[in-house]
């Protein structure tokens, strides 16, 4: 089992800054990516940014230049820096952990979100 709790949202003005953390606790050995999703009211939840084993990391064209996602070498927490924020990155922000407990058997877990509300 893997558990994942946020914390760091918040009410902030466009153009301000936040900082998501998401603390991993359990078998965080397993785990190969970590990311992390968003979920605006009456939209699909989408990926942020998700970071690998050996840093590798991906991003939305949307957060491209603005956000970044980094973790501790012991993988036990992942951030995401949010600059520039737009009204439009208001939503719901998820960690996410995938990994494998075996050969065909990966998982995903997720923390229980937290919201982030950008004021125009």
């Known amino acids: 089992q893997v558990q994942l709790v946020e914390s760091g949202g918040g009410l902030v003005q466009a153009g301000g800054s936040l900082r998501l953390s998401c603390l991993a606790s359990?078998?965080?050995?397993?785990?190969?990516?970590m990311g992390w999703y968003r979920q605006a009211p009456g939209k699909q939840r989408e990926l942020v940014a998700r970071?690998?084993?050996?840093?590798?990391?991906n991003y939305a064209d949307s957060v491209k230049g603005r956000f970044t996602i980094s973790r501790t070498s012991a993988k036990t927490t992942v951030y995401l820096q949010m600059n520039s924020l737009k009204p439009e990155d208001t939503a719901v922000y998820y960690c996410?952990?995938?990994?494998?407990?075996?050969?065909?058997?990966?998982?995903?877990?997720w923390g229980q979100g937290t919201q982030v509300t950008v004021s125009s």
């Open positions: 359990g078998s965080t050995s397993s785990i190969n990516v």
């Open positions: 996410n952990a995938a990994g494998e407990w075996g050969p065909n058997r990966p998982y995903n877990y």
């Open positions: 970071i690998s084993n050996g840093d590798s990391t």
